[in-house]
Every structure is written in C-alpha cells, then in structure tokens.
C-alpha cells in the first residue's frame, strides 16, 4: 500500500542469515513462511519495510526477516511503530506482538494505536500462554488452564483480541491461524486496507499449550468448524450445509440449516465487511455453539492518523516563517543601547 | 550583566532609595495573581529593571475560595542592579485576603509593607482563614506599614460605567492592583493596555472595564501618596550589556532551545509528551511552533511518550520527550532501550518534589540520582542542569548535540523553579551557535559489510534510517554482537559492549569547570548545580565582600563531570555543597573524587535564600 512502485523479489530475498530460534514446531515457524511468502506477491519493498515487535517469542519475528527491524521492549511496539511512522509515513509497517505483549503490558498502546488508526499492520500471536517465560496463564488463557501461575486452573476471564481492537476503533480486524492455508490472503487484505489493520493470529505453542485451538484448527472436520468470512459472500460453512443469519428478535446471529444451495431461503447472511454492527457480533461469537469466524470480519477504512497529523502541521504552518532569529526575538523587546566604552559582545 | 557592588539586604530596605525591591502578590487561586505577576514582570522588563521572579501556587486548579490552601503567590525581584534570586523577604506585600495575608506574613521583611483589600477581611473569611480577630484592626501587624482599604468597591466603583455585574466586576480587581503597583514603581501603563485589548480582542467591554480598573488604581496612586506610607519609587534601569532583551520562562528557554538545537543539527523534530506539571509547558510551547519542522505527539501515556520519540529517533528525526520526576521512572526502561539500541534521544525532567505524586507544583532537585543511576543494567547517560532559565537554552541546545553526536539520549535537568520564573533574556544571534549537522549512513560501512554497531572516534555508531537501500538490519533491546549488532549473549561480548557504552558516555566533550566567583584554591568552594545558581552566587559574592574566602563553583555537565573538576574540588580545604534536595550531588562527588564534599540540604519545596546560604558560608568557615 505504501511502495508505489512493485519490486520483484522472491521469498528467499526476505530471509535473514540468523538462525530461527524458536522451538521445533512452534507455529512461528509457519506464520514466518506464511508472511515471507505474502511479501514478494505485495511487491513490497525490502528496505521500505519496517517489522516492530514488543517481547515474548513472537517479538523475535523481525530478526528472521531481511528488512529494517526494531525488537523493542514488553508491550511498547505500537508506540514505537506510531513515531516511526509519524516521522516518515512512506514506510511500511508491520508490527509484530503477542496476547501478553499487545492485551497485558501493552494493552494501552494497542487500544491507542487503533483508535488512532495509524497506517501499518498489526499481528497478534495469540498462543493463550506466556511461552517465553516458561507456560504462565495469559490474558487470552481459557478459564481452568492449568499453568506454574496457575496450578489449579485460571479463574479469571479471558481477553477476546478481535473484540478488544474493535471496542477500540479499529477499522479493520481479520483472523487467521500459523499453519492456515488462507492466512496469506488475510494478510494482504490487511496490506491494502488504509489505516491500523489488526489480524490476530492463532497460534500453536506446542510447549505450553499445545494444540489448545485443534477444536477449530485441526484438518478433520474444519469444514464444520470454520466460519471463513469473504466480502460479498453468504456466510456458510460445513460445506454450505449450514450458514450464519440475524435473529431480529434477539438481535443476535443464529446458525441455520442449508437446503441444496438454497441460502436465501434459509436467511443466511451475505458478509458485508463495512458493515460494523455484524463485525461486533462476528467478534463476540462463541466458538461452540458457531463456528470460529476467520478472514477478514471487518473492514472499513477511515482517514489515518499520520495524514491527519500532515495536514495540522501543514494548516499550522501555513503563512508562517521559520526564522529562528524573529522566533528567539519575539514578544516584548527592549534594546540596551551600547555606552560609549562598553563592549558589545 | 554587569555586577555593581554588592548591596546588604538592608540596603533594600523599603524605606530607603533601594536598588532592589521584592514584591510579592498574593490572593485567592482564582484573584488572578500569576497573571497580575506576569504582567508586572513584562512592565518592569520594559522599564529596564533586572529581575528575577518566582511564581508559587497551590496544585488544586480551583481550591476552594478564601482558604488557607488555596493561596496564590507570585514574587519578583526587581532593581537597578545585577538580580539573581527572587529574594528572599519580600519589601511589599499584596495581600488581596485574610488567607493570603496569614501564608505570607512570615517571610515580609520587618518595616515593610502590607497593603490589604479591606473588602475581603469579611468574618466569613477571617475564619476560613483562621484568624480569631481582623488583623487589620488587631493592633498584631505593628511591626510593618499597613495600607488597608477597599480595594473590592473601588475596583466595582471604577468599573461601574460598563454595566458588568459586581461578580464580573470584581474579576478586574487583579487590574486595579496592579494599576497601583505600576503607579507605585514609575512604570507605563501603554504594555499593559495593549495586551488587555489582545487578550479580550472579541470582548472590547470586558478589555474596557479591565483598563478602567487599571487606571483607578493607578489614580488612586497618585491621589493616596500625600497620606500614609505609600510612596513612587522609581529604580534606575540596570547596566546590561547592549542588544535586545525579552523576558523569558525557563520552559519557553527550553522549547526555543529544542528548536535551535534540531536545527543546528538539521533535523526535523519529534516531540513526545504527556500532560505533567511541570513540564506540559513545553508541549504547549511547541504545539505552536510546526513551522520548524517539529511533530508534536500527546501520547497516552509517559511511557509511549517516550518510546514515540524513540521511534522517530531511529527513523532519522531527533526525538525529544519530557516530563517531570513520576513521568521520568515510567520513562525508565525505554531509556535504557535507546542506550541499547543507541539512538539520540532528549529527555527534559523538570523536576518538583517527591517522591511519588510529591508536591507537583513546588520546586526540588531530588531527581539528581534517578537521572544519573536511575536505570536498570549499567546505563550511562549524559546528564546536564540547567542552572537559570535563560540558560535553559543553552542547556537544550548543548543536548541535542550530545545526543546526535554521540548517538545517545541525554536527559536535561531543569526544576519547577526555573520551568515557571522569567528573568530578562539577551536574546541569541542563531549564527553564533556551530551547527552539528546529523549524518546518517548512505552505503554499507566494512567493505561489503554492513555493521550497525561499527563505531567512529566518538565511541559513536552509525545512523541509519529505515528506508535506505541495502541497508537492512535488525535492532533492539537484546545484547548486540559488537560492530554487527547480532544478538549476543556471549561473556566477553557483553563484557566488550558494556565498556563501549560507558566508555562512549565518558568520553563525552565536557567544557572544563569554571569558577563562577572568586578562584582556585582557598579556604572554601560552595559548589551547586541547577536552580541554585541565584542564591549561591548572591551569597558567595556577599560572602566575598565582607572578606571571607569562598568560591562558587555551578556545575552543568553533571554526566560526564568536567575533566578538571576533581583537581578544582580538591584545591579548596572546606566544599559544601548546596541542594533542593537531601544530598544527592554530594554523594556523587564524594564517589567520584574521594573529596570530603559537606552536604547543605533544603527539601522544603522552596528556594534557598541568600540569608541561608550566607549563614551556612559563615558557619563553614568559623
């Protein structure tokens, strides 16, 4: 979205000479090759492209990849990535943060990075666990996960990302998981929206939290598990047998039955992703009962917060001179007049 | 400035022609005294005066009226000669209620003078106050001059003819006060007037009514002299060297010297900030100045404030945060992120009184330590105090080259005192100031290479900035590998990299130290930092002139220290060290130089005086 020209680069351009230091299995590894494999279709530029991360495993990504990379501190990277960007728009910014590092340490910068809407992409890791320091329960953490901070199972409740980035302004939310075939297609989508697009991505810990999404993610039966979202699409799953409508009495979305390829008749939805009030009952959607909603959920772009900022300091400079001289001067002066014999200096 | 002869305090005295005057103005939060203060600080710039001022109010926006905690001060320091502090006992009080007369009195000089709105000593506010009996009429205000009267219906009297309610009405109270007080010093009333019809540009008849008040005070002036003990004073304007002067705050010196300095080092500006007292001053000062290239960024919190400004650092801006001591700690760990990664970096601290929320509006040096050692690892960082707010900008400018020069952040100490005070200010020629253009690297730096952490003669590494081709790496907090910035968590290559920070930050051109009066050697050095600088220097000079041996030394590079420092402290027999807080500098030099530095501290939210200072000096040599 940022590099006007398209560059011609191939996957292997986009890896690093440094080792990948995350465990065997982990599903980094997958997301890592979904990304490198996004880019060179983009046409993006490597030396345009910036990856930010906070801490935790996920925030290692910038090291694998061959752009510019800042692997900052727990929870700050959208506040890095926001200076970044307000300092030179023309980059393409991909930010890289985790369920603790982006909804516990660094909650508030994520909640402010989107409502502000700045231009760049923001992945979220979501492994429900603190991988790096070794297995405690996050914010994401299902209710009973048993963890070394938790040892009889978490009682608090958790976090829902896509509801949490949407609560707080985001203008596009998309969903996808490591090993994803369709996961590439998010990521572009999210690269063609103008503004903060915020993608949480399950993510397998096979350490500490192995296999907690193969209730949705696992190949046998995704069919009727997977809720795969496209603009303009009715909303069906289990290989259209089954689809998503509105109950108006209740003002909430209902699973309904499929006759043939009869979706209308059955009330099933088409997916309009500008439409916001459906985005917030996509995001609420207990996975059980419905199927897990996945791609893009919402997305309706609104003028960014870096061209907002252009267009104050062009509105506040206007007609003024920057002539530090008139600037030091200014306000009430009076003169000493020099005395005859007094140096002046 | 020239400095004439050192004047006693008695020499001051009201009752005498003074060379200097202490005026403080005191009223309720909401009677308008810090604007009254301002403009009669403006007026007696204009008249030539040197001055120094020093504004003291309560941390409560609107507290409740009448009350003790509610009270509103603002002092300035005026004469005809060289004037470093605010003084320390004021020759006339302004005392527009009960309350504010009781948080006053103590520091007015014996002899000197009250004038007091009679129209406020209502029951009511005596006893907000918590005076059992008018002290007006009491018989307990002996021992100075009284000129009470009703200020109050004067100021509605005068403002009659513009039809405004007697609540509005009494808003101009503040006005004829300070009619009065320009009738009192011989000053022109035009400034003033001028800036009422700016500030009520789209309300001509509240400007009119203001001016009308202005006026009747100053009449009255003129028509109350033949009685009592109000008299005109007029003082000379004081020798200064010839040029243009402004007046200046110590948080506008610093925005102006943020400014030169990103543009001696040609590089648009990136400003962090978050609301905090003291310091949002300068977010609001340069809110206003985009024209120069400067993005100014309210962040949601100190710590995105900062980690912004990191971010435009390492984009190829110079990024700049501030805040005062709580907003500091917050700031703590990102700064050790831009030792890590090595970026330029700003940090303003004007410092008020802690710990924790402390006192928000009051003024202490206390963040010497979280300055210098307040991080975690071995971070080191340049540290350097302003001392005055004219040398704020001095102080700004000289961070900033710091900071692009030797790829590092530096942190700037001011206080609450010099953040609020105006002092006259001979306003810079920007052609007098070196530029320090930042270079940022355009092609691989080893050959083939590219080494991030290679570093130059300074200790310095490259500054490259996303965006340029080719030169694709990886930064952050991690342990870097030395010259390619690989994370490395190898023995020696941290042992390497810690000595290269410490030694880049050592290695950091410090002029020598000065002498600010007096010379080496001698009996005793009275060595201060920061605010202190006005006090200090009045005492040591006074010191002086009764024949006592002492020197004043006023450090600003507080990391790395001057060369030639720990010779200098070591000439002297006797070193006291003055501070706003409970020993801070001390310590380090005491660490530094195994010198037997004495501690004198003061943690009560206010400035030394010159008396304290003079008497410590005596008691040091005795």
């Known amino acids: 979205m940022n590099a006007p020209v398209k560059f011609e680069t191939t996957l292997k351009d986009w890896e690093t000479d440094q080792e990948v230091r995350w465990c065997p299995g982990c599903g ?97 890791f979501n492994n429900e666990i603190y991988g790096l320091t070794k297995g405690q329960a996050s914010p994401t953490s299902r209710e009973g996960t048993k963890s070394p901070s938790t040892p009889i199972g978490s009682f608090d409740h958790p976090a829902r990302p896509a509801a949490f980035a949407l609560g707080s302004g985001a203008r596009f939310v998309g969903r996808g ?33 192995k296999d907690v999404f193969n209730d949705f993610a696992a190949p046998k039966g995704a069919e009727d598990r997977q809720l795969w979202l496209a603009d303009g699409e009715p909303m069906l799953f289990a290989g259209g047998a089954k689809g998503i409508a509105l109950d108006v ?41 419905f199927p897990m909603a996945l791609g893009v959920l919402y997305d309706d772009p609104s003028p960014t917060y870096e061209a907002a900022v252009i267009e104050e300091r062009a509105k506040s400079s206007a007609g003024k001179e920057a002539n530090l001289a008139k600037l030091l001067a200014k306000g009430q002066t009076w003169t000493v007049e020099a005395n005859e014999g007094h140096p002046t200096d | 400035m020239a400095t004439s002869a050192v004047t006693t305090p008695q020499a001051a005295a009201y009752s005498e022609t003074p060379e200097a005057v202490v005026v403080r103005f005191a009223g309720d939060s909401g009677d308008g005294m810090q604007l009254t203060g301002g403009q009669f600080t403006l007026s007696t710039a204009l008249a030539g005066n040197d001055l120094a001022t020093f504004p003291d109010f309560p941390a ?67 006893d907000k106050a918590k005076y059992d009996t008018n002290p007006l009429e009491d018989g307990s205000l002996a021992k100075w001059d009284v000129l009470a009267f009703d200020i109050s219906a004067l100021t509605i009297e005068a403002v009659k003819p513009f039809g405004l309610g007697n609540k509005d009405a009494l808003r101009s109270k503040n006005m004829w006060t300070l009619g009065l007080a320009l009738w009192m010093f011989d000053r022109d009333r035009g ?73 001696l080092a040609e590089l648009p500006m990136f400003f962090g900030g978050y609301p905090i007292t003291p310091a949002s001053a300068i977010l609001h000062h340069l809110a206003r100045l985009k024209e120069f290239g400067v993005t100014t960024f309210q962040a949601e919190d100190e710590i995105a404030a900062i980690c ?46 802690g710990p924790s929320t402390g006192l928000p509006t009051k003024t202490e040096q206390s963040d010497l330590y979280q300055a210098v050692y307040g991080r975690n690892g071995d971070a080191p960082m340049p540290v350097i105090a302003a001392r005055s707010p004219g040398d704020a900008f001095e102080c700004a400018i000289e961070a900033c080259r710091i900071a692009v020069e030797y790829m590092t952040p530096v942190m700037l100490l001011t206080d609450g005192y010099i953040a609020n005070a105006a002092e006259p200010w001979k306003v810079p020629d920007p052609a007098n100031y070196a530029p320090f253009p930042a270079k940022f690297l355009g092609s691989k730096n080893d050959g083939d290479a590219l080494l991030p952490y290679k570093r130059d003669g300074k200790g310095a590494r ?98 790395p220290l001057p060369g030639n420092l720990g010779e200098l402290l070591k000439s002297y027999d006797k070193v006291l060290v003055p501070e706003m807080n409970t020993g801070q500098f001390k310590t380090v030099l005491r660490d530094q130089y195994l010198v037997d530095a004495q501690p004198l501290t003061k943690t009560s939210g206010q400035p030394f005086t010159i008396a304290e200072l003079q008497t410590a000096i005596e008691g040091a040599l005795a």
Request: one cysteine or more.
């Open chain 1, 28 to 124: 980094d590894y997958a997301i890592l090759k979904a990304v490198q494999r996004t880019l060179p279709q983009l046409g993006s530029d490597p030396a345009n492209t910036v990856f930010i991360s906070g801490i935790g495993c996920s925030s290692r990504f910038p090291y694998y990849m061959e752009t510019y990379g800042f692997h900052t501190i727990h929870g700050r990277a959208p506040a890095v990535a926001t200076g970044v960007k307000l300092a030179n728009p023309d980059l393409d910014i991909w930010l890289v943060t985790g369920d603790g590092d982006g909804l516990s340490i660094g909650g508030n910068h994520l909640m402010h990075v989107l409502r502000r809407n700045v231009n760049m992409q923001i992945m979220l």
């Open chain 1, 177 to 209: 998981f490591d090993v994803s075939k369709n996961l590439p297609e998010v990521l572009k989508a999210a690269h063609a929206h103008q503004g903060a697009a915020f993608i949480e991505i399950f993510q397998n810990c096979i350490v500490y939290n």
């Open chain 1, 249 to 289: 009495q209740a003002l909430a979305l209902k699973v309904v039955d499929v006759t043939g390829d009869n979706w209308q008749a059955a009330g099933v939805l088409v997916h309009d992703v500008t439409n916001r009030s459906i985005a917030h009952m996509l995001v609420e959607l207990p996975f059980g009962p």
């Open chain 2, 60 to 126: 409560e926006i609107r507290a409740p009226q009448g009350t003790l905690f509610g009270v509103s001060a603002f002092q300035i320091n005026f004469g005809s000669r060289q004037i470093n502090t605010a003084g320390d006992a004021p020759d006339v009080l302004v005392a527009m209620n009960p309350a504010a007369l009781k948080m006053n009195l103590a520091a007015l000089k014996p002899g000197g003078l009250i004038i007091a709105d009679t129209g406020e000593f209502s029951k009511r506010n005596l």
């Open chain 2, 191 to 263: 400034p003033i007037e001028d800036w009422l019809k700016a500030k009520f540009r789209t309300k001509p008849d509240i400007a009119d009514a203001n001016i009308a008040a202005l006026n009747a005070g100053h009449a009255y002036g003129e028509t109350a002299e033949l009685s009592g003990p109000l008299k005109q004073l007029h003082l000379d304007p004081v020798e200064s060297a010839p040029g243009l002067y402004r007046t200046i705050t110590g948080a506008e010196a610093v925005s102006l010297g943020l400014v030169a300095g990103a543009q």
């Open chain 2, 308 to 353: 912004a400004a990191i971010g435009a650092s390492y984009a190829g801006q110079l990024g700049v945060t501030s805040s005062s001591g709580p907003g500091i700690a917050l700031k703590g760990e990102a700064m050790g992120l831009a030792i890590m990664t090595e970026l330029p970096l700003v940090i303003v601290n004007s410092q008020r009184g």
């Open chain 2, 462 to 559: 490259p500054w490259i900035k996303p965006g340029t081709p080719g030169l694709m790496h990886r930064i952050g907090g991690i342990e870097k590998a030395v010259d390619t910035g690989h994370i490395d968590y190898a023995p020696d290559n941290h042992q390497a990299m810690t000595d290269a920070r410490k030694n880049k930050v050592h290695g950091v051109a410090v002029p020598d130290q000065d002498i600010a009066a007096g010379h080496a050697g001698g009996k005793l050095a009275v060595v201060g930092w920061g605010s202190t600088y006005g006090p200090i220097h009045q005492a040591v000079n006074r010191s002086r002139a009764k024949g006592l041996d002492v020197a004043h030394i006023h450090v600003r590079h507080i990391w």
